[in-house]
């Protein structure tokens, strides 16, 4: 058996000075617009009193998702016994560090305060989910980066040790996201014990999805071989993912349309035909779940490479999509204090809020991602994360 | 170092960060009162007839406006809300609307206290529910966890500091009522109680929950208010009669 030599990738071409420079400008502007929202406050956002959490938070626990599932395609050789795909191990144990150190930019530079970031560390409230899972998330890093560590190291045992460990991490650390949601009572549209498990669900599909587009590209604008063959195996594992991601869409719904209490606030979701119905069905369902789906099940589309790539960016945009949904109905729907009645005050009690994404709010998150594939271009060129023998190790 | 000493050097060093995040002049909120008015003998609650509240009488927000600075920035969805008068109407043909006021309900069980993730929402030992505008990172969840709209976040910066009894408004952090507990610790009751009772309709009944003999204990004896959502469990202080 050969082993696998990775090294450095060059990074000298005009194409690769372009992308940095572009994921650079992109990066700034997001800084810029994190400054902005500091500076001058929220209202820079399309945040309202009503809708509190805007585009940010929905950053936020999308790049948590993509981290999980590019964590478990890193562990998929040491953990799951796949010795194929240990050529992704380093590429996708550093993309789920750097994506979670993304996530946490954009959850502190969306506090009110971000400069008060270590008060959370002195003055901790274990009931909170946000301090836990601050707690999860912080040691969910260093857990990716000891675990990157070991296999520069090339230390078997440990390697396969942290990745058990980082795998059960990341469930807890998807687990202890959903509940942030699932957990708040007050809303009809959140409350509900699925949240944890079917993000645990869109991580794995969005992430798998993510990995398949990182991988391709980056082997393929480093000038470096790869067998196509493991992107169809990603492409097969990614449409099972999609199959439990669209149950729990559909169970989770089903559930709480069946209840008349919630009737106006699923017809609201489902029927109405206004933007959130739209984000929902053609977004959240369609690009998330239902196009991919039909592509990667078909058997000549879900062989093609090219096909399993249209597929994969589907489920990134659509995975979007279903953070959005989670995050914003929930709170444009009025909370009921009096249920049954109708309601109208000064506060805007009793009825549906408005929110939409500021120029500011989409500059912040556009430079988040940014930021983390700058991080992840600058890396690859820094440490010996590519394999340059993927063909020759497949073959042993 | 004894356990207190400890503590206290802690509580000093988070005080001494916090105050490095502030601005100049601006002082901390006196949390809990010297003279130990505030105790657990007590227990703040208040009731609304709304029988008695009309439509008309915004006696208790413009008071509370005027006694805790609450801004109104000319844009709705950014105004500052502390108590807010609602219209309820009941879905039945020709029914009558109800006027009352809305805010904290200081509740037993405050989920928005449950959801901080750095303790900056607290309940002192008279049972008001207070935020620490210090701690307070501004992270908002306390605001989605809240089932009245009971807190208001600080969207823009407001340089406008009239009654100098209470702190400068920060920007970034989120607020709410608290009962005017500056004014409980030297004696007074809330604004909004005594600006309804002076000239407002005289629908507000405050008082010690706690003691048998106060106004607000008698009247609920005798008339039994309900809080608002009480399906959820969280035993609000702020009770209502007639709704």
């Known amino acids: ?396 | 170092m004894t356990d207190m000493d400890r503590r206290g050097f802690v509580k000093a060093g988070l005080a001494v960060l916090a105050g490095s995040a502030l601005g100049p002049g601006v002082t901390l909120f006196q949390a809990f009162a010297e003279d130990g008015r505030e105790s657990s003998k007590t227990r703040w609650g208040m009731v609304i007839d709304t029988n008695k509240c009309s439509e008309k009488c915004t006696e208790c927000v413009s008071a509370c406006r005027t006694e805790n600075n609450v801004p109104l920035f000319g844009e709705p969805k950014y105004d500052g809300h502390w108590i807010r008068k609602a219209a309820v109407t009941p879905d039945v043909e020709g029914a009558k609307s109800m006027s009352l006021p809305l805010l904290c309900n200081h509740c037993e069980h405050p989920p928005c206290q449950h959801v901080c993730p750095t303790a900056a929402t607290f309940t002192r030992h008279d049972g008001i529910v207070m935020i620490d505008k210090h701690r307070c990172i501004g992270c908002r969840y306390c605001m989605i966890a809240c089932p009245y709209k009971a807190r208001t976040f600080v969207f823009k910066s407001t340089e406008e500091w009239p009654n100098k009894d209470v702190p400068k408004r920060s920007k970034g952090v989120v607020e709410k009522c608290h009962f005017c507990a500056h004014r409980l610790d030297k004696g007074q009751i809330p604004a909004c109680v005594e600006a309804c009772t002076k000239s407002g309709d005289g629908a507000m009944i405050f008082g010690n929950l706690k003691d048998p003999q106060s106004d607000i204990s008698k009247y609920i004896r005798e008339n039994a208010p309900r809080g608002l959502r009480e399906d959820f469990g969280l035993k609000p202080k702020v009770l209502y009669k007639g709704v």
Request: aromatic share 14%; net charge neutral.
């Open chain 1, 1 to 396: 058996m050969e082993k696998i030599r990775y090294s450095a990738i060059k990074g000298d071409s005009n194409g690769y000075l372009a992308l940095l420079g572009a994921l650079g400008v992109l990066s700034l502007g997001g800084f810029w617009a994190a400054w902005t929202m500091f500076t001058d406050g929220h209202s820079v956002t399309g945040m309202t009193n009503a809708v509190p959490w805007g585009f940010p938070i929905v950053v936020a626990i999308y790049l948590i998702g993509l981290s999980a599932g590019s964590l478990v395609i890193s562990a998929l050789s040491s953990v799951f016994g796949k010795k194929e795909f240990k050529v992704f191990s380093r590429i996708a144990a550093l993309l789920a560090a750097l994506l979670l150190v993304g996530a946490l930019m954009a959850i502190i530079l969306d506090w009110g305060r971000p400069e008060r970031i270590l008060v959370p560390f002195f003055s901790m409230n274990p009931r909170s989910m946000f301090s836990l899972n601050g707690m999860l998330y912080s040691a969910y890093i260093v857990i990716c980066f000891v675990y990157l560590w070991a296999m520069f190291e090339e230390r078997e045992k440990l390697v396969k040790a942290l990745g058990l460990l980082a795998v059960f991490w990341a469930v807890l650390v998807h687990s202890g996201t959903g509940a942030i949601f699932g957990f708040v009572g007050a809303r009809e549209l959140l409350h509900s014990p699925l949240l944890p498990p079917s993000f645990i669900a869109a991580a794995l599909s969005s992430g798998t999805a993510l990995m398949i587009i990182v991988l391709h590209f980056s082997f393929k604008w480093a000038g470096r071989t790869l067998d196509e063959a493991l992107l169809r195996q990603l492409g097969r594992y990614l449409m099972v993912f999609l199959i439990v991601v669209a149950y729990f869409i559909f169970i989770e719904n089903v559930t709480r349309s069946y209840w008349p209490a919630n009737y106006e606030a699923q017809k609201f979701l489902l029927l109405s035909g206004n933007k959130y119905s739209l984000i929902f069905w053609v977004g959240m369902v369609g690009c998330g779940v239902a196009f991919p789906f039909v592509i990667l099940v078909n058997r000549f589309t879900g062989g093609s490479l090219k096909w399993i790539l249209w597929a994969s960016a589907l489920v990134v945009g659509g995975v979007l999509a279903e953070r959005y949904i989670i995050v914003i109905p929930a709170q444009v729907m009025p909370v009921e204090i009096f249920p049954g009645m109708k309601v109208v005050s000064d506060f805007q009690d009793g009825s549906v809020a408005d929110y939409s994404i500021s120029l500011v709010e989409a500059m912040f998150g556009a430079g988040i991602v940014s930021f983390v594939f700058l991080l992840y271009a600058l890396a690859l060129k820094f440490f010996e994360l590519m394999p340059e023998n993927v063909e020759e190790s497949r073959e042993r």
